[in-house]
């Protein structure tokens, strides 16, 4: 039994950073990292991306090894699966029986891959894509010219997916059952340019056509649409969103609203414990309510914001989301509050290589930004989300205009 100290449940992105960041302000007592995954932290990005293609080998995605977490004086225990919080008694408990107190507790718990309740989704040949041992697996099922890949859902994974596979040179059909792609992200306008970059690879991108099941017999899956339409598959990925490990936090007691409702100082409604990265909901000023992110930026943010406010240092954590996908050689970054746009401006085009989509509100200000390939024009274009600038739209829109006047 480690005296009293700070715990971190779930040793992924954001737990890492937060230890990390624990020990960088000076905190010198104990520190627990248990993780349920066997791995030290390692970053998901490359799971849809290189180390699915076989291009990045496992090694790189490592982001702090079992010996950088000794070295920091981190007891870290992989393998190690909490199952249980008691918050009056400051104390948790494993799934192996072991207990530990803590004097502040952050939950780090990330999210699992959801499975929709759909017939079939449960079959051996439907796979989703979270963690390293998914990505390995979904990796060897993809080799083999031709393999026929049907991607259920058009979000960020099931397009890295299906782009990576289409690479390794599979037959990809993308199926999403909302009217147009990333639709929780993306303006519509946004959403198409996207699909036109994919169709363009030579992905069947379907749109507006919900799987009503998925079969399997001995020539392989089948996907079922309610329009009667059926694509046959050799592999079938869901790409259907993430579901929040916050049953720890709702089993405690803790305020959770699909997540782990956290505070600008990423503190849940017992004060001490806290919140940060994919199970965090943020009480969100600008935002106008609640905010979940599901970023790489957010997950390392929050997770250095968190471990400050643990240790009692000011400082609010109200980010401007902020996130990136690759797709082909395309470079795709998105920022700021997509429900707040209520008109689109584009500059460039999807021939030139190049372009940016402006959300502008009632009053022209910049909510949300898109870029593809943008490179430094994305850095201003973030910034003035950030200041919620008021734009000029015709400057915008034209690409032989400096785009600096039309935040003049
Ligand atoms: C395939 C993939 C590709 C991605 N690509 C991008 C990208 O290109 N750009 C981008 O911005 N974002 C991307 N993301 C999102 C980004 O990786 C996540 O937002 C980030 O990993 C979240 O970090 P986290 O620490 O909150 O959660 P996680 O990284 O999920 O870590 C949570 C950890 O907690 C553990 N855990 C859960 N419950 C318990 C428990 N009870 N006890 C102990 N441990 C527990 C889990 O096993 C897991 O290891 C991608 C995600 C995936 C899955």
Redesign the pocket.
């Known amino acids: 039994m480690i005296a009293p100290g700070m715990v971190v449940?779930?040793?992924?992105?954001?737990?890492g950073w937060a230890v990390r960041t624990l020990r960088d302000e000076g905190y010198q007592g104990p520190i627990l990292l248990?993780?349920?995954?066997l791995h030290a932290p390692y970053?998901?990005?490359p799971?849809?991306k290189g180390l699915l293609r076989g291009h990045t080998p496992p090694a790189d995605l490592e982001l702090f090894s079992e010996q950088s977490l000794a070295d920091l004086g981190v007891a870290f225990l992989p393998g190690?699966?909490?199952r249980r919080l008691d918050p009056a008694a400051r104390n948790l408990a494993l799934a192996d029986g072991r207990e530990f107190a803590y004097e502040k507790l952050l939950l780090?718990?990330?999210?699992r891959a959801l499975r929709p309740a759909l017939p079939g989704a449960g079959l051996p040949g439907v796979r989703t894509?979270?963690t390293l041992d998914d990505a390995q697996g979904l990796g060897a099922a993809l080799q083999g010219a031709g393999r026929r890949l049907a991607v259920i859902g058009g979000g960020w994974?099931g397009l890295?997916v299906a782009a990576t596979a289409r690479q390794m040179g599979c037959q990809v059909t993308v199926v999403e059952a909302a009217p147009s792609l990333c639709s929780r992200s993306l303006a519509s306008e946004a959403a198409g340019l996207i699909a036109a970059l994919h169709r363009e690879q030579g992905v069947d991108i379907l749109v507006g056509e919900a799987v009503a099941a998925v079969e399997q017999d001995s020539r392989g899956l089948r996907v079922l649409l309610n329009s009667g339409k059926a694509l046959d598959a050799d592999i079938v990925v869901l790409g259907t969103g993430m579901q929040p490990?916050d049953e720890?936090a709702r089993e405690a007691g803790l305020a959770c609203d699909r997540g782990v409702v956290v505070d600008a100082h990423c503190r849940s409604s017992d004060p001490h414990i806290f919140a940060a990265?994919?199970?965090a909901v943020i009480e969100h000023a600008r935002a106008g309510g609640r905010l979940r992110l599901?970023?790489?930026?957010?997950?390392q943010d929050q997770g250095c914001a968190a471990a400050r406010a643990m240790l009692g240092l000011p400082g609010e954590y109200q980010p401007v989301p902020l996130?990136?996908?690759?797709q082909y050689d395309a470079m795709i970054q998105i920022c700021g509050f997509v429900g707040q746009a209520v008109r689109t401006v584009m500059r460039g085009t999807l021939q030139s290589g190049k372009l940016l989509a402006f959300g502008l509100d009632a009053e022209s200000r910049v909510v949300m930004a898109v870029g593809l390939n943008a490179g430094r024009d994305f850095r201003d274009a973030r910034r003035w989300v950030q200041e919620h600038r008021r734009l000029d739209p015709d400057s915008l829109r034209d690409p032989r205009a400096p785009l600096a006047g039309a935040a003049a």
């Not at 248990?34 to 995954?37: D, F, L, V």
């Open positions: 449940v779930g040793a992924g992105q954001a737990g248990c993780g349920a995954e970053e998901r990005p799971l849809s190690a699966r909490v780090c718990t990330g999210g894509l979270r994974i890295e490990n720890l990265g994919d199970v599901e970023s790489w930026q957010n997950a996130l990136w996908s690759e």
